[in-house]
């Protein structure tokens, strides 16, 4: 990709995207930035964060207006879409709102690009493996792979937390999903990141704009609201902790999915810009591990303050899956990607800057209370 050097980084002002600013810049490109200042990432206040990159040019707008759209694409090379309101559990209650930010923005951005007189080369946009559902699932009695949907509410008010073969019974074992498994979104949050994925891939691939699809495992760093409760399970987790509370654990504890470190979400985003090869494609991005979501918290606590135990609630969250971690070898075979960090290594790089945070919320009970409220958890 020679002679492109002027970039807009939708959502470059949150926590994937300001890092990802930082690499441009860096790397020598302009960086032009569109941001909302959402008050859920950045508080009421809507305040430019202070880790901004003042070397970047800011757009204070919205990927729904047309007009701030047109005036952040002008002249512009490539386009990174980060733009989303986030949260699986608050998606089930708020649906027009996530709808509107993911769908819809998306929709504009890419009706406003193919109507307007432009000079857009490529799009990347960030997906969610979110979009999977459950993950691959592998029975040793049938030797039989198998890709469930939903779990049923009775076995759940049972607290059969693991899935069965549907012929003999036997627990299946979980297997790295790989980017064919079929789509089974659980929630409106899913359902509206797999709408920014397809729109963006189909309208590319019909207008010959290259675009690049990634699905982001569970991304954890610096930067990322702690105040947010409906954020990374690994911010919500480390806001409790440094409250002297509790974190607060669904199901038995035992459930995994994988965690991958900033700095390997942003090697995968400059990778997908500068290979021809990641044109028109989608790749799963995460370390290729699975980790225990109570392993995660223990470690949290040993780091931050040990001594605090976990609440094991042995209750489920309607959306909530039992396993998924992808398989990544299309994405290190295609485009070289190596993941460089693995959870232990990379969160000890984030507990410095989790302890120097002042005046953290934690505003998980509050989110649990209007979960529960609304029968969105099952006892």
């Avoid at 970039?7 to 020598?28: A, T």
């Amino acid at each position: 990709m020679k002679n492109i050097d002027r970039i807009l980084v939708i959502g470059g002002c949150g926590f994937i995207g300001s890092h990802l600013v930082d690499k441009l810049l860096e790397k020598g490109y302009y960086v032009r930035i569109l941001d909302n200042l959402d008050a859920q990432v950045h508080g009421n206040d809507r305040k430019i964060p202070d880790y901004l990159n003042n070397n970047a040019e800011l757009i204070i707008g919205d990927i729904r207006n047309s007009e701030d759209v047109k005036k952040a694409i002008q002249d512009i090379d490539i386009i990174y879409n980060l733009a989303a309101a986030v949260g699986v559990g608050q998606s089930m209650y708020q649906i027009e709102h996530y709808i509107d930010v993911n769908t819809h923005g998306t929709s504009n951005l890419m009706d406003i690009i193919i109507n307007n007189e432009n000079c857009v080369k490529k799009i990347i946009v960030a997906s969610s493996m979110s979009i999977y559902g459950e993950g691959a699932y592998y029975c040793e009695n049938e030797d039989k792979i198998f890709f469930p949907k939903i779990r049923s509410v009775e076995h759940l008010k049972k607290h059969e937390w693991e899935l069965k073969c549907p012929s003999c019974s036997k627990i299946l074992k979980p297997l790295p999903t790989n980017e064919e498994k079929p789509l089974y979104s659980n929630s409106i949050y899913a359902q509206s990141k797999r709408h920014q994925e397809e729109i963006t891939l189909l309208i590319g691939k019909t207008y010959n704009i290259p675009a690049v699809a990634l699905r982001f495992f569970n991304v954890y760093g610096t930067r990322q609201a702690l105040s947010n409760p409906y954020t990374g399970v690994c911010a919500i987790f480390s806001s409790r902790i440094l409250n002297n509370k509790p974190p607060i654990i669904f199901e038995d504890g035992n459930q995994t999915r994988d965690f991958i470190y900033i700095d390997d979400i942003v090697q995968s985003l400059i990778l997908a810009m500068q290979k021809k090869v990641a044109n028109y494609k989608y790749y799963n991005v995460g370390t290729g591990t699975p980790i225990s979501i109570l392993k995660i918290a223990e470690i949290l606590i040993d780091l931050i303050k040990p001594g605090i135990k976990p609440i094991i609630k042995n209750q489920f969250r309607k959306g909530d899956v039992r396993h998924c971690y992808p398989d990544i070898s299309k994405i290190k075979q295609e485009l070289n990607f190596s993941p460089k960090f693995n959870f232990q290594e990379g969160i000890k790089r984030v507990i410095p800057w989790i302890r120097s945070q002042k005046n953290i919320k934690d505003l998980l009970n509050q989110s649990l209370s209007e979960l529960n409220r609304r029968g969105l958890t099952i006892e």
